[in-house]
């Protein structure tokens, strides 16, 4: 148990480190309250830091819920998704405890395990959304042609559900669920890009609500262009994948490498003695750090840019 408190103790102390580099910490306050001056200026320092705080979580909240509304989890939230990181960290620390019986293992291991989940919505959103880019120029498509066949506009959106892909069916059904029980096509529009969480999808939706409030004759003429922008920059990305997805998988790897082998001398009795001194633990808490720092910096630097929704 003395690794365990050594792990906790260096954990806390590398908090307390990254807390003191944010403007307005607790040794600044302090520091200015020891100044009559300053003493106004505390609690806007608190405030302001608790807006950045809040800000970041809500970003955080706000990317969680598309990434699961895009991986297909429409009836999460970022509460219980959380509660399921938890429980997958417990289950997983436990079992290597009953393996190892020892707890600095079993911390470690339960603190990767904590941000499986994520990586799994993350990586299911991300597939799911190049399978939409090679679907979207075939929806526009089929808009287009109900339009130059008569059809209404709202009745050739809402045909969607039977004509256009199969993975694109559910959320354009449920559009036109509720066009036939309110009538009301902008509200319906709402509801679809809702559904979606996608900037496409943002993009049609506009497009088609400008088209039905102000009228003309350029309707098929702009979803004939869009489908063409889109089938370019479904092809021009697809191809950057491609050649990305190498150096990702291989950036992966080699951040997951060195953990699997740690699992493999976890089998031994004395590299189980060893990990348990606090010279051991303190070994594997500066490992999860620079994990975590190499796994973010390489996400980073492997990143496409994301199209962003600033029409939701």
Not at 91 to 105: D, I, K, N, R
Not at 113 to 141: C, F, I, K, N, T
Not at 157 to 162: I, L, N, P, R
Not at 269 to 288: D, K, W
Request: glycine share 8%; aromatic share 8%; hydrophobic share 55%.
């Amino acid at each position: 148990m003395g690794g365990v408190a050594v792990g906790l103790a260096l954990g806390s102390g590398l908090f307390c480190v990254w807390w003191a580099c944010w403007a307005g910490s607790p040794g600044t306050l302090a520091g200015a309250s020891r100044s009559p001056g300053l003493r106004r200026a505390e609690p806007s320092a608190m405030a302001g830091r608790r807006g950045v705080l809040a800000r970041r979580a809500g970003a955080w909240a706000a990317a969680l819920r598309a990434d699961l509304i895009m991986a297909g989890f429409t009836g999460w939230t970022a509460s219980r998704f959380v509660m399921v990181g938890v429980v997958v960290a417990l289950l997983v620390g436990w079992s290597v405890y009953a393996v190892s019986a020892s707890p600095v293992l079993a911390v470690t291991f339960a603190i990767l395990a904590a941000y499986l989940p994520r990586e799994v919505v993350a990586s299911r959103a991300a597939r799911q959304a190049q399978r939409r880019r090679q679907d979207w120029p075939d929806v526009v498509d089929n808009i287009a042609s109900a339009v130059r066949a008569g059809l209404a506009l709202p009745e050739a959106v809402a045909q969607v559900c039977v004509r256009g892909p199969a993975a694109l069916r559910p959320a354009f059904a449920e559009f036109a669920a509720d066009y036939r029980l309110t009538g009301r096509f902008g509200d319906g529009l709402d509801l679809l890009k809702a559904r979606l969480a996608d900037p496409v999808a943002d993009r049609l939706v506009e497009s088609l609500r400008l088209a039905r409030d102000v009228g003309g004759s350029d309707l098929g003429r702009l979803l004939r262009t869009l489908s063409a922008f889109l089938r370019d920059e479904s092809r021009i990305r697809a191809e950057l994948e491609a050649r990305q997805s190498w150096s990702v998988n291989a950036a992966r790897l080699a951040v997951l490498a060195p953990w699997l082998v740690l699992a493999m001398l976890a089998t031994r009795a004395e590299s189980l003695q060893a990990y348990n001194t606090p010279a051991g633990a303190t070994v594997l808490g500066i490992g999860l750090a620079v994990t975590a720092v190499a796994y973010r910096v390489m996400l980073r630097i492997g990143r496409l840019p994301a199209e962003e929704r600033v029409l939701r």
